[in-house]
């Protein structure tokens, strides 16, 4: 999907991979019954596949049906004012071969959340798209409303 806007510059496969490197928390999409799911995690790239770790629960059940998946992580370059957006789609499967299970263990996955952890998943991407873009001054929103009172709702 393009823009109009040629401010935004689509981002390539291994741009997409570089930044995604750059962070450890993305947004978890799945499908719930009959309505989306976003759940947030940890999460850490190992080699073109992003993996994570869970508990039990809606989030590891929605993710390992068989419905696709898409996690989606941001950011933003203090430096260069700009803000990135990455969307990875695929499909989700569990971790248990016992020599993969050894090598996912290594993996620097570290749960913001606490408790018992011990599935671990790898989301095997079948699109990787992003986009990066400048962050536009705050005030170029203000409008001669902005900073008028309202009076209190009764």
């Known amino acids: 999907m393009g823009s109009d806007d040629p401010t935004v510059e689509e981002l ?3 741009e997409c991979w570089a930044l995604l490197r750059t962070e450890e928390v993305g947004r978890l ?3 719930v ?3 989306p799911e976003i759940f947030p995690l940890n999460y850490a790239v190992d080699h073109g596949t992003i993996v ?3 508990a039990r629960g809606t989030k590891v059940s929605a993710a390992l049906s068989d419905a696709a998946v898409a996690l989606e992580v941001d950011g933003y370059l203090a430096s ?3 803000a990135w957006s990455v969307v990875i789609k695929g499909r989700a499967e569990a971790v248990r071969e016992i020599a993969e299970l050894m090598d996912t263990v290594d993996i620097p996955l570290f749960p913001w959340q606490g408790g018992t ?5 790898r989301l095997v991407p079948t699109m990787v798209t992003g986009r990066r873009f400048p962050v536009v ?4 929103w203000l409008t001669p ?3 008028v009172r309202r009076s209190p709702p009764e």
């Not at 952890?117 to 998943?121: D, L």
């Not at 001054?137 to 170029?140: G, K, L, N, Q, S």
């Open 12 to 14: 390539a496969g291994h």
């Open 145 to 147: 409303f902005s900073n």
């Open 80 to 82: 260069s004012h700009e």
């Open 52 to 54: 994570f770790r869970s």
């Open 33 to 35: 019954d009959d309505h």
């Open 137 to 140: 001054d705050p005030a170029a």
């Open 117 to 121: 952890k011990n599935v671990f998943i």
């Open 29 to 31: 999409a799945v499908w």
